[in-house]
Protein backbone atom coordinates (compact mmCIF):
# COMPACT_ATOMS: atom_id res chain seq x y z
CA UNK A 1 0.00 0.00 0.00
CA UNK A 2 1.45 3.33 -0.59
CA UNK A 3 1.61 5.68 1.94
CA UNK A 4 0.26 9.48 1.39
CA UNK A 5 2.33 12.16 2.54
CA UNK A 6 -0.03 15.06 4.08
CA UNK A 7 0.73 18.71 5.54
CA UNK A 8 1.08 17.37 9.28
CA UNK A 9 2.21 13.80 8.51
CA UNK A 10 4.11 12.39 11.65
CA UNK A 11 7.43 11.39 12.11
CA UNK A 12 7.49 9.24 14.68
CA UNK A 13 12.08 9.50 16.55
CA UNK A 14 13.44 6.83 18.46
CA UNK A 15 15.76 7.73 20.85
CA UNK A 16 18.68 6.55 18.22
CA UNK A 17 17.50 8.37 15.83
CA UNK A 18 18.10 11.53 17.77
CA UNK A 19 21.78 10.01 19.00
CA UNK A 20 22.41 9.44 15.56
CA UNK A 21 21.94 12.37 13.89
CA UNK A 22 23.51 14.74 16.58
CA UNK A 23 26.54 12.35 16.49
CA UNK A 24 26.89 13.08 12.75
CA UNK A 25 26.46 16.70 13.59
CA UNK A 26 28.95 17.01 16.30
CA UNK A 27 32.17 17.49 14.41
CA UNK A 28 30.99 20.02 11.98
CA UNK A 29 29.87 22.29 15.28
CA UNK A 30 33.04 21.11 16.82
CA UNK A 31 35.84 22.49 14.06
CA UNK A 32 33.25 25.56 12.89
CA UNK A 33 31.92 26.84 16.77
CA UNK A 34 33.82 24.99 19.42
CA UNK A 35 31.38 25.92 21.82
CA UNK A 36 32.19 26.35 25.73
CA UNK A 37 28.65 27.03 26.96
CA UNK A 38 25.69 24.88 26.13
CA UNK A 39 22.32 26.95 26.89
CA UNK A 40 19.35 24.10 26.33
CA UNK A 41 15.33 25.40 25.89
CA UNK A 42 13.80 23.02 27.85
CA UNK A 43 12.10 21.02 28.00
CA UNK A 44 12.83 19.94 24.04
CA UNK A 45 16.04 20.61 24.21
CA UNK A 46 17.44 18.97 27.27
CA UNK A 47 18.57 15.57 25.92
CA UNK A 48 19.48 16.85 22.82
CA UNK A 49 22.03 19.43 24.79
CA UNK A 50 23.20 16.04 26.74
CA UNK A 51 23.71 13.93 23.75
CA UNK A 52 25.86 16.65 22.14
CA UNK A 53 28.19 17.13 25.03
CA UNK A 54 29.54 13.68 25.10
CA UNK A 55 30.23 14.25 21.33
CA UNK A 56 32.11 17.80 21.35
CA UNK A 57 34.24 18.13 24.77
CA UNK A 58 36.94 20.71 24.81
CA UNK A 59 40.72 19.37 24.68
CA UNK A 60 42.30 21.46 27.67
CA UNK A 61 45.94 19.93 28.74
CA UNK A 62 45.57 16.78 26.96
CA UNK A 63 42.28 15.52 28.88
CA UNK A 64 38.71 16.11 27.52
CA UNK A 65 36.22 18.05 29.42
CA UNK A 66 32.79 18.35 29.70
CA UNK A 67 31.06 21.75 28.55
CA UNK A 68 28.51 23.02 31.04
CA UNK A 69 24.97 23.05 30.29
CA UNK A 70 22.80 25.60 31.51
CA UNK A 71 19.05 25.68 30.76
CA UNK A 72 16.09 28.25 29.76
CA UNK A 73 12.50 27.66 30.32
CA UNK A 74 10.70 28.78 27.12
CA UNK A 75 6.87 28.46 26.30
CA UNK A 76 5.29 29.41 23.17
CA UNK A 77 1.85 30.75 23.64
CA UNK A 78 -0.44 31.18 20.25
CA UNK A 79 -3.25 33.39 20.90
CA UNK A 80 -6.20 34.23 18.16
CA UNK A 81 -5.95 37.94 18.05
CA UNK A 82 -6.92 41.74 15.86
CA UNK A 83 -9.85 41.22 13.53
CA UNK A 84 -8.44 38.84 10.77
CA UNK A 85 -8.17 36.43 13.74
CA UNK A 86 -4.42 35.47 12.35
CA UNK A 87 -2.52 33.25 14.90
CA UNK A 88 -0.47 35.62 17.29
CA UNK A 89 2.34 34.18 19.25
CA UNK A 90 3.93 34.88 22.84
CA UNK A 91 7.29 33.28 24.17
CA UNK A 92 7.20 33.49 28.12
CA UNK A 93 10.00 32.90 30.18
CA UNK A 94 9.36 30.41 32.92
CA UNK A 95 13.14 30.29 33.67
CA UNK A 96 16.26 32.05 32.86
CA UNK A 97 19.75 31.78 33.60
CA UNK A 98 21.24 32.44 37.06
CA UNK A 99 24.34 34.90 36.77
CA UNK A 100 25.08 34.14 40.40
CA UNK A 101 26.36 31.05 39.76
CA UNK A 102 26.75 31.24 35.77
CA UNK A 103 29.44 34.25 36.46
CA UNK A 104 31.25 32.53 39.74
CA UNK A 105 34.64 31.95 37.89
CA UNK A 106 34.28 34.72 35.81
CA UNK A 107 34.52 38.79 36.27
CA UNK A 108 31.37 40.16 34.36
CA UNK A 109 28.30 37.78 34.83
CA UNK A 110 29.52 34.48 32.93
CA UNK A 111 28.56 34.95 29.34
CA UNK A 112 31.47 37.37 27.86
CA UNK A 113 34.30 35.68 26.23
CA UNK A 114 32.20 32.53 25.37
CA UNK A 115 30.64 30.83 22.10
CA UNK A 116 27.74 29.94 23.76
CA UNK A 117 25.24 27.60 21.75
CA UNK A 118 21.68 27.81 22.51
CA UNK A 119 20.43 23.83 21.83
CA UNK A 120 16.61 22.98 20.81
CA UNK A 121 14.91 20.01 19.74
CA UNK A 122 13.34 21.45 16.47
CA UNK A 123 12.98 24.84 14.86
CA UNK A 124 9.47 25.58 13.08
CA UNK A 125 8.61 29.04 13.14
CA UNK A 126 11.72 30.48 14.69
CA UNK A 127 10.10 32.51 17.17
CA UNK A 128 11.33 30.44 20.00
CA UNK A 129 14.72 30.49 18.75
CA UNK A 130 14.56 34.29 17.93
CA UNK A 131 12.84 35.38 21.19
CA UNK A 132 16.60 33.53 23.16
CA UNK A 133 18.95 35.26 20.68
CA UNK A 134 17.24 38.57 21.48
CA UNK A 135 17.01 38.08 25.08
CA UNK A 136 21.10 36.44 25.56
CA UNK A 137 21.70 39.33 23.59
CA UNK A 138 20.42 42.09 25.48
CA UNK A 139 22.25 40.34 28.42
CA UNK A 140 25.66 39.88 26.85
CA UNK A 141 25.19 44.14 26.13
CA UNK A 142 24.64 44.46 29.67
CA UNK A 143 27.69 42.79 30.65
CA UNK A 144 29.87 44.29 28.18
CA UNK A 145 28.39 47.52 29.25
CA UNK A 146 29.67 46.89 33.14
CA UNK A 147 33.33 46.74 31.60
CA UNK A 148 35.17 49.57 32.27
CA UNK A 149 37.89 49.20 30.61
CA UNK A 150 37.32 49.96 26.47
CA UNK A 151 40.09 48.14 24.74
CA UNK A 152 38.84 44.95 27.08
CA UNK A 153 35.19 45.69 26.49
CA UNK A 154 35.66 45.32 22.52
CA UNK A 155 38.10 42.12 23.14
CA UNK A 156 35.31 40.68 25.17
CA UNK A 157 32.60 41.71 22.40
CA UNK A 158 34.71 39.65 19.25
CA UNK A 159 35.01 37.21 21.40
CA UNK A 160 31.68 36.09 22.87
CA UNK A 161 29.87 34.18 19.92
CA UNK A 162 26.03 33.09 19.70
CA UNK A 163 25.26 30.12 17.92
CA UNK A 164 22.48 27.92 17.59
CA UNK A 165 21.49 24.00 17.54
CA UNK A 166 18.77 22.06 16.49
CA UNK A 167 18.40 18.23 15.69
CA UNK A 168 15.52 19.58 13.40
CA UNK A 169 15.32 22.59 11.09
CA UNK A 170 11.50 22.55 9.38
CA UNK A 171 12.08 23.75 5.88
CA UNK A 172 9.46 26.57 5.59
CA UNK A 173 8.96 30.26 5.96
CA UNK A 174 9.78 31.90 9.30
CA UNK A 175 8.10 34.10 11.34
CA UNK A 176 11.80 35.13 13.10
CA UNK A 177 15.02 36.17 11.58
CA UNK A 178 18.15 35.57 13.27
CA UNK A 179 21.11 38.02 13.52
CA UNK A 180 23.41 37.09 10.00
CA UNK A 181 26.88 36.59 13.06
CA UNK A 182 24.70 34.06 14.87
CA UNK A 183 25.99 30.36 13.78
CA UNK A 184 23.22 28.26 12.69
CA UNK A 185 23.87 24.47 12.85
CA UNK A 186 20.92 21.43 12.32
CA UNK A 187 21.61 18.15 12.06
CA UNK A 188 18.71 17.19 10.23
CA UNK A 189 15.98 19.46 7.59
CA UNK A 190 12.98 18.23 7.75
CA UNK A 191 9.46 19.04 5.58
CA UNK A 192 6.81 20.78 7.60
CA UNK A 193 5.86 17.36 8.94
CA UNK A 194 4.77 16.69 12.75
CA UNK A 195 8.02 15.27 14.37
CA UNK A 196 6.91 12.60 17.55
CA UNK A 197 10.08 12.63 19.61
CA UNK A 198 10.77 9.55 22.12
CA UNK A 199 10.52 11.55 25.28
CA UNK A 200 7.10 12.74 24.58
CA UNK A 201 5.76 9.22 23.81
CA UNK A 202 3.25 8.52 27.33
CA UNK A 203 2.64 4.98 25.78
CA UNK A 204 4.88 2.11 25.15
CA UNK A 205 7.94 3.22 23.97
CA UNK A 206 8.23 -0.36 22.16
CA UNK A 207 5.36 0.34 20.00
CA UNK A 208 6.35 4.00 19.22
CA UNK A 209 9.64 2.85 18.18
CA UNK A 210 7.94 -0.13 15.95
CA UNK A 211 5.72 2.27 14.41
CA UNK A 212 8.37 4.22 12.98
CA UNK A 213 8.43 1.68 9.91
CA UNK A 214 5.28 3.47 8.66
CA UNK A 215 7.01 6.76 8.61
CA UNK A 216 6.76 8.95 5.42
CA UNK A 217 10.23 8.92 3.45
CA UNK A 218 11.21 12.39 4.35
P1 LIG B 1 9.03 27.51 17.15
O1 LIG B 1 7.75 27.62 16.34
O2 LIG B 1 9.18 28.66 18.09
O3 LIG B 1 10.23 27.34 16.24
O4 LIG B 1 8.93 26.18 18.01
C1 LIG B 1 8.30 26.19 19.25
C2 LIG B 1 8.19 24.86 19.87
O5 LIG B 1 7.10 24.15 19.28
C3 LIG B 1 9.36 23.90 19.77
O6 LIG B 1 10.40 24.15 20.71
C4 LIG B 1 8.68 22.59 20.07
O7 LIG B 1 8.53 22.41 21.46
C5 LIG B 1 7.30 22.78 19.45
N1 LIG B 1 7.26 22.11 18.15
C6 LIG B 1 7.24 22.68 16.93
N2 LIG B 1 7.17 21.73 15.97
C7 LIG B 1 7.18 20.54 16.59
C8 LIG B 1 7.14 19.18 16.15
O8 LIG B 1 7.11 18.86 14.95
N3 LIG B 1 7.13 18.23 17.09
C9 LIG B 1 7.17 18.52 18.42
N4 LIG B 1 7.16 17.52 19.27
N5 LIG B 1 7.21 19.79 18.90
C10 LIG B 1 7.22 20.79 17.98
Redesign the pocket.
Known sequence: MSHILTDVEMVRLSYNDIHTAIQKAAPKIKEEFAPTLFIA?GG?GFIPARILRTQVKVDQDGKKRNIPIQAVGLV?YEAMGGVEEKVGTEVVRTQWLDFSTLGQNFSHGGLLGRRILVV??????????TYTIRELQSDIDKQLAAVEDETERERLRKETKLGIFVVHN?LKPK?GQLPDDVAYFSAVDTPD?????PW?CDGDIDAHDALRVHNPKV
Open positions: IGLDEVDDTRTTLKAVWLAYE
